[in-house]
């Protein structure tokens, strides 16, 4: 394990229960995600793409196993604590994009600093350059009502990285989108990518993005079944 | 982008469900502060009415209150003049003062010889002058006009009755009462119809002809001082009603002079009360303060106290009660009301803004966070609610007092325009405001605590 690797994954199971029967999600997972790195996890619907993500988010916790971000194991995390940790080292890209309806491109953008209490002039260097690096300076003032599909998607982009975090997190973040955005939405999360240093993991099962990836994580039955890092491929089961 | 800010906009989300939220919240506002505005009223109408007769404190003797009644003549005040003139020096009480009088409590028989009736009557002699002066206490404004009393400039031997008295006296005729019936025939003596003729002539004619007066000289008889009955020969100038018909029906009024030579003959007139009018209300606990001070130093050797309207009017306390109890049974209702229509609303914003909650709480607010957030659209509901139902509630009330409803309030024997008091009740309107804004919190903690608590994956799996 590199030192400043973003998640280590140890032996890690999720089980849903529903009603009375069991059902698991993911079993024995061991997964690292590198540092300024381009991860795809890929997997047929039900595989457990997103309970993995899921995981790797702090988002949820694991029945059992170790989740170890930026260093700090979120097992004995209290809820708060999870919520803080969160603010500071995620960001977040949905597939509905889930920008807050009420609020404009810059203060959608905003709010995550707002939660990691920046000062106002900080925040609005922030946001600004960020609005800017993603193409919607001028549409700063407008609700995502007023945004397209693509438009929404890149405000969400600025969004994940206002508070330059360690990580960000994309699930299915093309999926509602046609392909030409979908293919404009990965090529400037590349860039973004590249331009803040920090490591992006994203669920997709789009060949697309999957060729655009540094490392494409393939699980089926909620098992790992094969990493591909560039051109080498390692298989798990 | 604050809390509050967030929330207001997302208030704003769905106008139509926040705008009747606030209908009814506005509705349940001005329902308590109209009801509110009637209650100060009917309280201040009262209060109005007795200060207007009785003053705000009378000096009595200690034990007049209790075992007075009907015994004037042994618990009089001496030397009454003195005291009314220390009371009117004084410096501390003669800025709260507006009229020191004596009255004299007065009961015994009062008989229309000439129509062969007589009944029981109870009363009292004032300074009519004074009483007048005391009819011009207006301290909360109402819309009145008062009139001077019927005794004003009328002989020392005038008095006025009550409907009931002048009805049992047979004066209504005599003294214009409208809506006065006649008493009926007594009824024959049983087996009279079966005396001879001639008996029966001579029994008619020897009836008093009651239908032949005309007049208004009544005489009253009552004890006088030393246990002796005493009589006086009285010109009815008015008969009026009291309000009360248990009033009506013994109520006599005489001028002092001629009350105190019923009972105390040319003895030393004493008087059974030295009524005190203050500028306001709230001037009575000083007013009674140096009042008390001012008898047990100067007049110890009376045993005199001090009563305040309150306690002289029993009704009052009584009538402020049950419309205390009224008003916060309303408020309950209006409370209930309120609670649910916001919990409904908040629970159905909870619901649709779900996956906004999973998002929320995934960048990282705390649940803590999507408490506040709630809660503040619940205050923020009842902020606004309890404004513009204050400011419906003014309103409304200004509406009505300028509308010309009247009614006649108890203890009132003439109509008075309605008056609504809402406008300057700050108690009354902070009050409600406060309680509607924290009903609107209190229901609003219940769906903000639900939301606080999901589970961040499922609910962005929310559809």
């Known amino acids: ?237 | 982008m604050n809390t509050i800010l967030l929330a207001l906009r997302n208030l704003l989300r769905n106008r139509r469900r926040s705008l009747t939220t606030l209908l009814a919240m506005i509705i349940g506002a001005s329902a308590i502060l109209l009801f509110g505005g009637y209650s100060r009223n009917i309280t201040y109408g009262m209060q109005t009415g007795i200060v207007q007769r009785t003053g705000h404190l009378q000096i009595q003797h200690k034990d007049f209150y209790l075992y007075g009644n009907g015994n004037a003549a042994a618990y009089g005040i001496a030397n009454y003049p003195d005291i009314i003139d220390k009371v009117k020096q004084d410096p501390v009480l003669a800025p709260m003062l507006t009229v020191a009088t004596p009255t004299l409590q007065v009961s015994g028989i009062a008989g229309n010889f000439d129509a062969g009736v007589s009944r029981t009557v109870i009363g009292g002699g004032s300074v009519i002058v004074d009483q007048n002066r005391m009819r011009l206490w207006n301290d909360y404004h109402f819309p009145l006009k008062p009139q001077p009393l019927a005794l004003t400039g009328t002989s020392e031997d005038s008095a006025v009755i009550g409907i009931g008295v002048a009805r049992v006296l047979q004066l209504c005729e005599s003294l214009n009462v409208a809506n006065c019936p006649q008493a009926p025939e007594k009824q024959e003596v049983a087996g009279s119809r079966n005396a001879p003729d001639d008996i029966a002539l001579l029994s008619a004619l020897e009836k008093p002809d009651r239908s032949a007066k005309n007049g208004t000289r009544i005489e009253m008889l009552a004890a006088s001082v030393h246990g002796a009955p005493n009589m006086a020969g009285l010109n009815i100038v008015k008969a009026e009603t009291q309000g009360i018909k248990e009033l009506d029906d013994m109520y006599i009024g005489l001028h002092l002079a001629q009350a105190q030579k019923l009972i105390y003959g040319s003895g030393d007139p004493k008087a059974t009360a030295i009524a005190l009018q203050l500028r306001h209300t709230r001037q009575i606990p000083a007013a009674r303060a140096r009042l008390e001070q001012l008898l047990s130093t100067q007049f110890k050797n009376q045993a005199l106290g001090v009563q305040d309207f309150a306690k002289l009017n029993p009704l009052y306390g009584q009538s402020i009660a049950m419309f205390g109890t009224i008003f916060s049974f309303i408020a309950l209702l209006i409370g209930s009301i309120v609670l649910f229509t916001v919990g409904n609303t908040m629970s159905m914003a909870v619901v649709e803004r779900t996956v906004e909650i999973g998002t929320l709480r995934a960048m990282g607010l705390r649940r803590g966070g999507i408490r506040l957030l709630f809660m503040c659209e619940g205050f923020l509901l009842g902020v606004i609610g309890a404004a513009l139902g204050v400011a419906s509630a003014v309103l409304l009330s200004a509406l009505i007092n300028q509308s010309g409803l009247t009614w006649i309030p108890p203890g009132y024997v003439v109509a008075v325009p309605l008056n609504i008091y809402v406008w300057g009740e700050t108690t009354l309107i902070v009050g409600s405001a406060i309680g509607l804004i924290l009903v609107a919190i209190l229901s609003a903690w219940w769906p903000a605590n639900r939301a606080s608590k999901m589970v961040i994956v499922d609910a962005l799996r929310h559809v």
Request: a negative charge; glycine letters at 6%; aromatic letters at 4%.
């Open chain 1, 1 to 237: 394990m590199q030192p400043d690797t973003p998640v280590l994954l140890k032996q890690v199971g999720k089980t849903y229960h529903l009603d009375s029967v069991d059902v698991p999600a993911l079993s024995d997972i061991n997964l690292e995600i590198r540092p300024n790195c381009f991860t795809v996890i890929s997997g047929a619907s039900g595989s457990g793409k997103t309970t993995l993500l899921n995981l790797i988010g702090c988002i949820d916790r694991p029945d059992h196993g170790e989740v170890i971000v930026a260093g700090q194991a979120i097992r004995k995390m209290s809820d708060d604590e999870l919520s803080d940790f969160r603010a500071r080292h995620m960001g977040f890209i949905f597939q509905n994009f889930n920008l807050l309806p009420v609020l404009t491109a810059y203060e959608n953008v905003e709010y995550p600093l707002l939660l990691a209490k920046v000062p106002a002039a900080q925040r609005r260097e922030r946001v600004l350059s960020l609005l800017d690096a993603v193409g919607l300076a001028d549409r700063a003032g407008n609700q995502p009502g007023q945004l397209s599909g693509g438009q929404r998607q890149r405000v969400a982009i600025a969004r994940a990285l206002a508070t330059a975090p360690k990580l960000v997190l994309a699930d299915e973040p093309t999926a509602n989108l046609d392909s030409q955005t979908g293919a404009a939405i990965i090529a400037l999360m590349r860039k973004m990518q590249r331009e803040h240093h920090v490591a992006f993991v994203f669920s997709s099962h789009d060949p697309q993005v999957q060729a655009e990836a540094d490392e494409a994580v393939f699980i089926r039955d909620g098992r790992i079944v094969n990493i591909e890092r560039h051109e080498e491929s390692e298989v798990l089961a």
